[in-house]
């Protein structure tokens, strides 16, 4: 059974994840102003990669989640991965057909 | 969460009545709200998508978003960030039963909270009177003031799917952060919180113009006062460390959000010299 309070995470670490995440922000706003150094699509990505480490920044450390119970972890992960990855599905080959295609 | 736990092993299993221990090795108020955030994100997922979608379709796809702008979002993300420090450090003070402490680092993530929705609120009007509106919607809303030429305006005229999928993704998150603003304040407040969301209710109510934006959207609050009361007369409880974990993971979600919104919505779409 997981207690929140007996694992022994130390307040220091969460002050390192809120200055990484300060710190990753700063980088994406860097991005954001100098956007002529690489192209739309490179740029969505590489946002989109930080965002997804901010995130996990954020579920793993600030949400306790890395601290919950691998059944908990795991199922909330798979779930809402799986829905996502659903979504994507119907979003994907769409987008595909405008960008290749065109809108038509 | 230990307490809990001590109780599941004294009962006599096998016998009728008996408490069944909890599936995910966590109290059900905690397994309820993470089924609850694992739902909410699909809701902003989609939004994301149809965003994601919009901007696939419309070719060009508007950049308006100046320095200004991005400076304006950088800082209400550092205040969302923030707030997710000092929800940490309250759920720790409630673990060591300090309550003053608890109440001091909730009133500093309410300060922070508050400070993005102004900060956004003060974006939104500006973008509003330089002509970003979504068509028929800010005649609804009343908003007198936008301007009818101009970048902003050739947009909302030429690309109305910009404004609806701004306003539209941006006003969602905007609600989700006053309720979490009210959500803390009953955790640390409770019933004394009541008087003090009943003055900014009415002070917002008398001192936003009528051509502003958010002259109607104010009486959210009054809805939250609403609600806020209910929940404290059918449940008068003292909060506990369990609590405060629960609305900190309902805040800490809010700020998940905004780190997709923020690059997906400002920093896709700035024009920065």
Redesign the interface.
């Known amino acids: 059974m997981h207690d929140t309070a007996a694992h022994s995470d130390s307040k220091g670490q969460y002050f390192w994840v809120w200055g990484g995440l300060l710190a990753l922000t700063a980088i994406e706003v860097w991005l954001g102003y100098n956007n002529q150094i690489m192209s739309a699509v490179h740029m969505l990505e590489v946002l989109l990669i930080l965002s997804v480490i901010k995130s996990a920044l954020i579920i793993g450390y600030f949400m306790h989640l890395k601290f919950e119970t691998a059944l908990m972890r795991w199922l909330l992960v798979i779930s809402v991965t799986a829905c996502f990855i659903i979504m994507y599905f119907f979003f994907f080959p769409d987008a595909g057909r405008i960008i290749t295609h065109g809108v038509k | 969460?230990?307490d809990?736990?001590m109780e599941?092993d004294a009962v006599q299993h096998g016998l009728p009545g008996e408490y069944e221990a909890?599936?995910?090795?966590?109290y059900s108020k905690k397994?309820g709200m993470?089924l609850f955030l694992?739902s909410d994100?699909?809701t902003f997922?989609?939004l994301l998508?149809a965003f994601?979608?919009n901007r696939?379709?419309t070719?060009p796809w508007p950049t308006p978003f100046h320095?200004e702008s991005?400076a304006n979002a950088?800082i209400m993300?550092?205040c969302l960030?923030?707030s997710?420090?000092t929800?940490?450090?309250a759920?720790?003070a409630s673990?060591r039963k300090d309550r003053a402490w608890t109440r001091n680092w909730l009133l500093a993530t309410m300060v922070f909270g508050t400070a993005f929705i102004v900060l956004h609120g003060m974006e939104w009007s500006k973008l509003i009177d330089e002509g970003l509106a979504i068509p028929g919607f800010a005649s609804l809303l009343g908003v007198t003031k936008s301007s009818t030429t101009g970048e902003l305006a050739d947009i909302s005229k030429n690309v109305p799917q910009f404004p609806q999928a701004f306003f539209g993704l941006t006003a969602m998150h905007m609600l989700h952060v006053t309720i979490g603003v009210i959500y803390l304040g009953v955790v640390a407040f409770r019933k004394w919180f009541l008087p003090v969301l009943a003055v900014i209710w009415i002070a917002g109510a008398l001192l936003i113009p009528s051509g502003n934006v958010f002259h109607y959207p104010v009486h959210t609050l009054g809805l939250g006062l609403l609600l806020a009361a209910v929940i404290l007369f059918l449940k008068p409880k003292d909060y506990d460390?369990h609590d405060v974990?629960i609305c900190?993971?309902y805040w800490?979600?809010v700020?998940?959000v905004w780190?997709?919104i923020?690059?997906?919505v400002?920093?896709?779409s700035?024009k920065?010299s």
């Open positions: 969460m230990a809990a736990t599941h909890p599936l995910f090795g966590a397994v993470w694992a994100s699909l997922g989609a998508f994601s979608y696939i379709y070719n320095g991005i950088t993300t550092a960030l923030s997710s420090l929800m940490v450090l759920v720790f673990q460390s974990e900190g993971l800490h979600f700020d998940l780190m997709f923020f690059p997906l400002y920093l896709m700035t920065v």
